[in-house]
Nanobody
Framework: QVQLVESGGGLVQAGGSLRLSCAGS????????LGWYRQAPGKQEELVAA???????TYADSVKGRFTISRDNAKNMAYLQMNSLKPEDTAVYYC???????????WGQGTQVTVSS
């Protein structure tokens, strides 16, 4: 059984920063890839960033240079440091996990991030 619990969302002004955290529980295989997806109102969910246990990462073009994903493998934690936030970053952010590729198998409950202009 895989569980993912996010924290750290909130309201921030444009240009500000937030750090999201995700606490995962489950097998090493199930948590091989930890990532963050987001869904804005009226839009499909999209990959924001993901990191494999071995260290490789991927980012959406829209967040490159502003967001950084990291993980603590010993604690099964994942983090998303978000800097220079823009109103278009407003969305529900979901922690995700999976065994192989960057496509997620498991989802957390989501945390709201709102960026005001």
């Amino acid at each position: 059984q895989v569980q993912l619990v996010e924290s750290g969302g909130g309201l921030v002004q444009a240009g500000g920063s937030l750090r999201l955290s995700c606490a995962g529980s489950g097998s090493d295989y199930s948590l091989n890839v930890l990532g963050w997806y987001r869904q804005a109102p009226g839009k499909q969910e999209e990959l924001v960033a993901a990191a494999k246990r071995g260290g490789s990462t991927t980012y959406a073009d829209s967040v490159k240079g502003r967001f950084t994903i990291s993980r603590d493998n010993a604690k099964n934690m994942a983090y998303l440091q978000m800097n220079s936030l823009k109103p278009e970053d407003t969305a529900v952010y979901y922690c995700t996990a999976g065994g192989l590729g960057y496509g997620p198998t498991y989802w957390g409950q989501g945390t709201q991030v709102t960026v005001s202009s």
